[in-house]
């Protein structure tokens, strides 16, 4: 049984940063694509940044120079670390293993397992 459990949200002004976490188990992450969504309230769930089993990284162009994502293999965790916040940043975050190498990895439906979302809150 895969589990995604994210942690770090929390509560920050606008400019400041916030290091996400998220903890896999039941599943190496090594061989798999591995990726950070996020839904605003009323909104439908968006990509923010995904990192494949390579390493190679790739962001949305929201978040691009401001949020870090990487990955520690042996700690079986991936990162998400964020600076710059802003307001419209406001989300709950989620964590997702893709599973399978198919269809794009910026894409929430081709990804098998999800996290119940940490929230952030970006205050102005």
């Known amino acids: 049984q895969v589990q995604l459990v994210e942690s770090g949200g929390g509560l920050v002004q606008a400019g400041g940063s916030l290091s996400l976490s998220c903890a896999a188990s039941g599943r190496s992450i090594s061989g798999n694509t591995m990726g950070w969504f996020r839904q605003a309230p009323g909104k439908e769930r968006e990509f923010v940044a995904t990192?494949?089993?390579?390493?190679?990284?790739y962001y949305a162009d929201s978040v691009k120079g401001r949020f870090t994502i990487s990955r520690d293999n042996a700690k079986n965790t991936v990162y998400l670390q964020m600076n710059s916040l802003k307001p419209e940043d406001t989300a709950v975050y989620f964590c997702a293993l893709k599973g399978f190498d198919i269809g794009p990895a910026s894409a929430a439906a081709h990804y098998s397992y999800w996290g119940r979302g940490t929230q952030v809150t970006v205050s102005s």
């Open positions: 990192t494949r089993a390579s390493g190679s990284t």
